[in-house]
């Protein structure tokens, strides 16, 4: 089957093999497409909401709180705010008259009832129309109640989902610089860009101790905002997911040269080589030795038991669809452990240098595609006679109405797929999706073999 594409979305589009690479990226969604991209205050509280002591106030109308509710699995090991949507409640009347009043009233009434560490105030797409002062209020609202008020400017008709980030670093760099430095090793890290979905970033954090390094800061997954204020104390900034808090490394090494490092967190190859990445900028053999360990004691376990699930899996193929193509790397070699075929990747804010080492590592003939929509994503899933999708909630339904597998590594998951144990948790969910008998019921496997009777049916189902 063609694909089907829109004329001018052809440049987003690569297939490794037929030409040289060439693909256009961060553009403003093609309107009427129905862009699986993001708003600019989407990206803004992905990388926000996590910090677990904050209020989080989205300012403007209801419809845009919704979006946060339960917004993704990230835990906390304490307090547990950033669980709670508050929203301004933005009405016609604010509309015309301005609803900065409403915003002043709004923290008050949060600040005295939670007592948060900080406040967060995320501006929405009425509110750039309107022009209420954010700045001004959450100014004033810091003098009066002796917290920071931080203005976190997302209007989200300002760009795309990147920019949303961009915001949501800004805000933070503010508190970054504003705590005590006092008892930090010279062995500490901040951990960016992972946001504790399933517990992730507890998983990280004990590898990265039993090697005998500090974990600073976690920005953001179980995030706190004092530990923010002191995260220009630590001595390296170790970001995984670069689309989201690389404008906040970046800074901090502008302001404070504290040196990045760029690190993934799925996949055999990409945990093991990110503690080895943390003890090779130490220069410290222990650290090293520790880290080899670590990693030798694991495999000890996962390999023997990942052997199983390649004699079954080997020769499918597999589609990956995220949000920051950085992820998409991991996943591709996680999918080789498994014996499988990449033939489709994309994702909604991946850069021109991200697209193109995707399509070195990926075999001839693999779609590479950036900002996809229901229309593509359903034409190369069919294309490729896909077995497994991987990809978020906005892609689960196209998965199984076509009759495919589907594995969610998005923000709302509740299973653990980061780090060795992540990597058996992420073998197990393949194999059984992958190998589940109901494939056997639907269209796509009916079209590629004879039509199942209705005791056929029954006795698959059975089985």
Same mark, same amino acid.
């Given at each position: 089957?063609?694909?089907?594409? @829109? ?14 690479? %060439?693909?256009?990226? =961060? +553009? ?15 990206? #803004?509280?992905?990388?926000? @909401? ?12 209801? /419809? ?9 699995? %990230? ?8 669980? $709670? ?28 009832? @939670?007592?948060? !560490? ?9 509110? /750039?129309?309107? /022009? ?42 503010? $508190? ?16 960016? /860009? ?11 954090? =004990? ?18 905002? =004092?530990?923010? +204020? ?34 993934? @967190? ?10 080895? %990445? ?13 880290? +080899? ?7 000890? *376990?996962? $390999? ?11 020769? !499918? ?10 992820? %998409? ?11 499988? =075929? ?41 294309? !490729? ?15 199984? +109405? ?11 998951? !509740? ?20 190998? #589940? ?9 009916? #079209?590629? *073999? ?14």
């Amino acid at each position: 089957m063609t694909a089907q594409i @829109y004329e001018e979305r052809r440049n987003q589009i690569h297939r490794k093999g037929k030409k040289p690479f %060439a693909i256009e990226c =961060d +553009k403003e969604s093609l309107a009427g497409a129905v862009s699986q991209r993001a708003c600019v205050f989407c990206g #803004s509280r992905v990388v926000l @909401y996590p910090i677990a002591d904050a209020v989080h106030l989205v300012h403007g109308p209801i /419809g845009c709180a919704v979006y946060t509710w339960d917004i993704r699995g %990230a835990l906390s090991s304490g307090p547990e705010l950033h669980r $709670l949507s508050f929203s301004t409640d933005l009405r016609e009347k604010d509309v015309i008259f301005g609803g900065e009043k409403k915003l002043h009233d709004a923290l008050i009434e949060l600040i005295d009832r @939670y007592q948060p !560490k900080a406040a967060f105030v995320y501006s929405t797409c009425i509110v /750039g129309i309107i /022009g209420d002062d954010l700045e001004a209020v959450c100014k004033k609202v810091a003098a009066e109640t002796d917290i920071p008020v931080l203005p976190v400017q997302s209007e989200g008709f300002k760009g795309n989902k990147r920019a949303g980030y961009e915001a949501a670093c800004k805000a933070m760099f503010r $508190l970054v610089g504003t705590g005590d430095l006092a008892n930090i090793s010279r062995h500490s890290i901040n951990i960016l /860009g992972d946001f504790n979905l399933a517990g992730e970033i507890w998983l990280i954090r =004990d590898y990265f101790a039993r090697m005998g390094v500090e974990v600073v800061a976690n920005i953001t997954g179980d995030g706190r905002v =004092d530990d923010i +204020k002191r995260a220009h104390g630590a001595a390296l900034n170790v970001v995984q997911c670069s689309g989201a808090t690389m404008t906040l490394a970046e800074m901090m090494k502008e302001k404070y040269s504290t040196p990045v490092i760029r690190v993934s @967190y799925f996949g055999i190859e990409d945990m093991a080589e990110s503690l080895y %990445a943390v003890a090779d900028h130490f220069q410290d053999e222990e650290m090293l030795a520790k880290a +080899k360990k670590i990693v030798r004691e694991e495999l000890e *376990t996962l $390999l023997p038991e990942l052997k199983k699930y390649r004699a079954a899996l080997t020769g !499918k193929k597999a589609a990956i669809y995220v949000g920051g193509a950085f992820k %998409a790397f991991s996943l591709v070699k996680a999918f080789r452990h498994l014996g499988m =075929d990449v033939v489709m990747v994309g994702s909604q804010t991946g850069t021109k240098e991200d697209y193109r080492e995707l399509q070195e590592i990926t075999d001839d003939g693999t779609i590479v595609v950036d900002d996809s929509n229901p229309l593509e994503l359903s034409s190369f899933l069919r294309e !490729k006679e896909v077995d497994i999708f991987v990809g978020g909630v906005k892609e689960r339904p196209i998965a199984y +109405k076509l009759g495919i597998a589907f594995c969610d590594h998005n923000h709302e998951r !509740k299973e653990m797929l980061a780090g060795f144990a992540g990597m058996m948790n992420f073998a197990r969910e393949v194999y059984g999706s992958v190998m #589940s008998p109901v494939w056997k019921l639907v269209p796509r496997k009916q #079209s590629q *073999t004879t039509q199942l009777g209705v005791s056929e049916a029954a006795r698959i189902a059975e089985s």
